[in-house]
């Protein structure tokens, strides 16, 4: 039982290039998120997904982009990066509903350069 | 807008203290709160949940939270810490029952 898992562990990429993160959930879980963890900022919400083909933006969504085409995945995509968007990333999933908790993946540490 | 706040964010104290975190929220209606810890190098786990009901709540590892309603508060305690308690503990919330936030954590070093 695999849980949620993430997909890269570690990554350094140069200014302006772009990737995409992988979340891959196997719960059957609706709910899906992606969070960036900064020292002395917490998790701060990027973007969220409720259900399949669903996405909707968290707290700090500026030079990301999203994708729910699946229900077991959630994919976060960094178009052309940044160093402001060097930080650790994790996903969490839940069911959804009264409340449930999230389980989260192991993080993806990025660095831009 | 939905928040949750962490007022401490470091705290030190010796093995055998007690140890009470707080955390406010500021959602109206329904809310959701839970408590996580994160050790170090790994991810986010579940300590305790608050829904419904008895509003004091008891997690894993002899941690307990009262919700206080009147006062926004969900604290997190424990009567007695251990050195394997050294983690970063994060208050999260959720109204609506979509949005998850959390706050900005803090960081419990307990020295043996």
């Known amino acids: 039982n695999a849980g949620v898992t993430q997909t890269p562990k570690f990554r350094v990429l140069k200014t302006g290039q772009s990737m995409t993160l992988l979340c891959a959930q196997d719960m059957n879980h609706e709910y899906m998120y992606w969070y960036r963890q900064d020292p002395g900022m917490g998790l701060r919400l990027i973007h969220y997904?409720?259900?399949?083909?669903?996405?909707a933006k968290g707290e700090v969504p500026d030079g990301y982009n999203v994708s729910r085409l699946k229900k077991q995945n959630f994919l976060l995509g960094l178009e052309s990066a940044a160093p402001s968007q060097t930080s650790v990333y994790f996903c969490?999933?839940?069911?959804?509903?009264?409340?449930?908790?999230?389980?989260f993946g192991q993080g993806t540490r990025l660095t831009v350069v | 807008a939905q928040s949750v706040s962490q007022h401490n964010h470091h705290v030190i104290l010796s093995e055998a203290a007690s140890l009470e975190l707080g955390c406010n929220y500021s959602y109206g209606g329904t809310v959701n709160l839970f408590w996580y810890v994160q050790y170090p190098g790994q991810h986010l786990q579940l300590l305790l949940k608050?829904?419904?009901?008895?509003?004091l709540v008891k997690g894993i590892k002899g941690f307990e939270a009262e919700f206080i309603k009147s006062k926004f508060s969900f604290n997190l305690r424990k009567p007695s810490v251990q050195w394997s308690d050294t983690a970063e503990y994060f208050c999260?919330?959720?109204?609506?029952?979509?949005?998850?936030?959390f706050g900005t954590g803090t960081r419990l070093l307990v020295s043996p």
């Open positions: 997904s409720v259900g399949e083909g669903t996405t």
């Open positions: 999260a919330g959720n109204t609506g029952f979509q949005k998850l936030v």
């Open positions: 969490a999933s839940r069911t959804g509903g009264d409340g449930t908790e999230a389980f």
């Open positions: 608050y829904f419904s009901g008895d509003p």
